[in-house]
């Protein structure tokens, strides 16, 4: 097995790549913006829809956003946090218009409602997140995207960004030219998903009138202000695009965005977008891509797909790897497993910038605090 410089038995094998060949740690991606900017403190930003139980990837970045918060405190001597984006736009169910060809969709939030999705995110969400604020010792605002986008400062970015439409639209809808603004119908919460009917009337003055077409009640129109209005919801590119500028004006915050290793090749679109509304290069969003979970066919882990039928699950998904409320032990002792997973990773930038096979990652689990759910539930599929 490969030995550390310290004499120390490594975990992992991984190869040498270009990223981690210029890090002494992986934490040290961040030191030039810090060492540009001088920020007071800084704020790891991550987003997940929150569409039912979360499965171990999910979690996997979510451990990673409050991992890299800990050690950019001790690293850099700046406080640090993690603010947690509940996304309750994501779709809760899609459909065809058969007239006219043209899909709609309803997010969770006009599906359920706030208390229903404060209910969900109660549920699944907080008491890992609580789990691991407690364990690393950093602080977590938790905030809904329903409630991000009724914020001026959410508002106003969007509103600005009207301004620069032909110079963005290609770099969030390449292939139609069209963003994906959508206003959910007032009276059924339904919009057309890929807003091709989506007309914005008027822009001035910190606000914008908008005409869109519902799947059950025609033509509609609505107002979105500054300070309030009709919901904005916006495509996923759209979404960070206006996020990412919007967290920008804190002079003395640096916000990180966490992501998962799948939004690595997503973001150029996203920095294309910045740079055509005037963002200087020196002030580009900052981003750190948690390792990745593959399956066995090199494709991300995904939920949908290993439960869909006629796909053969490998024996080393179990089932609480894709519904973790089926986890057989302690929350306490997931959280510990899933933070020492990840620390192993970030002790080595080779380890930390790439993808694991959900068998390796199997692997690397079962040498961790709490092996034997893994273990067990592996060898009975087997």
């Known amino acids: 097995m490969e030995q550390s410089t310290g004499g120390n038995p490594k975990l992992m094998r991984s190869p040498n790549l270009v990223l981690a060949n210029v890090l002494n740690r992986t934490i040290d991606l961040l030191a030039p913006t810090i060492f540009a900017?001088?920020?007071?403190?800084?704020?790891?930003?991550?987003?997940?829809?929150?569409?039912?139980?979360?499965?171990?990837?999910?979690?996997?970045?979510?451990?990673?956003?409050?991992?890299?918060?800990r050690l950019a405190s001790r690293?850099?001597?700046i406080d640090t946090s993690v603010q947690f984006v509940a996304l309750d736009n994501s779709p809760h169910e899609i459909t065809c218009d058969l007239r006219s060809g043209h899909q709609y969709q309803r997010t969770w939030h006009h599906a359920l409602g706030s208390e229903r999705?404060?209910?969900?995110?109660?549920?699944?969400?907080?008491?890992?997140?609580?789990?691991?604020?407690?364990?690393t010792g950093i602080a977590y605002q938790l905030i809904t995207y329903t409630d991000q986008q009724a914020t001026r400062k959410f508002r106003e970015t969007f509103l600005s960004s009207i301004d620069s439409l032909d110079e963005i639209r290609?770099?969030?809808?390449?292939?139609?030219?069209?963003?994906?603004?959508?206003?959910?119908?007032?009276?059924?919460?339904?919009?057309?998903?890929?807003?091709e009917r989506t007309r914005i009337l008027r822009h001035d003055n910190g606000y914008a009138?908008?005409?869109?077409?519902?799947?059950?009640?025609?033509?509609?129109?609505?107002?979105?202000?500054?300070?309030?209005?009709?919901?904005?919801?916006?495509?996923?590119?759209?979404?960070?695009?206006?996020?990412?500028?919007?967290?920008?004006g804190e002079a003395d915050t640096l916000q990180v965005m966490v992501k998962g290793g799948d939004w690595t090749y997503a973001c150029q679109l996203v920095d294309g977008a910045h740079v055509a509304m005037g963002t200087p290069e020196g002030q580009l969003p900052v981003r750190m891509f948690a390792?990745?979970?593959l399956s066995a066919s090199g494709a991300k882990l995904s939920k949908s797909?290993?439960?869909?039928?006629?796909?053969?699950?490998?024996?080393?998904?179990?089932d609480w790897m894709l519904d973790a409320t089926l986890w057989p032990g302690p929350l306490d002792d997931y959280i510990e497993s899933m933070l020492w997973l990840v620390d192993k990773c970030a002790e080595d930038p080779r380890d930390f910038f790439r993808s694991f096979t959900i068998e390796e990652?199997?692997?690397?689990?079962?040498?961790?605090?709490?092996?034997t759910a893994i273990r067990s539930q592996s060898e009975i599929r087997a």
Do not use: M
């Open 209 to 248: 009138a908008i005409a869109a077409h519902c799947l059950h009640h025609g033509e509609y129109g609505v107002e979105i202000g500054s300070d309030g209005g009709a919901y904005l919801d916006l495509s996923t590119l759209y979404r960070n695009l206006v996020k990412e500028r919007s967290g920008a």
């Open 361 to 371: 990652i199997a692997r690397l689990w079962g040498l961790g605090p709490s092996p």
């Open 305 to 318: 797909l290993l439960n869909a039928k006629g796909y053969t699950r490998p024996n080393d998904v179990t």
């Open 75 to 77: 690293r850099f001597s």
């Open 291 to 293: 390792p990745q979970i």
């Open 37 to 69: 900017r001088r920020p007071q403190k800084a704020t790891f930003v991550v987003g997940t829809q929150i569409n039912g139980a979360p499965h171990f990837g999910t979690h996997l970045v979510q451990a990673t956003a409050f991992a890299l918060a």
């Open 170 to 195: 290609w770099w969030l809808a390449p292939s139609q030219g069209q963003v994906h603004l959508r206003v959910p119908c007032p009276s059924c919460g339904w919009a057309e998903k890929r807003a």
């Open 117 to 135: 999705v404060t209910t969900l995110i109660d549920r699944h969400y907080v008491p890992f997140l609580d789990g691991l604020s407690v364990a």
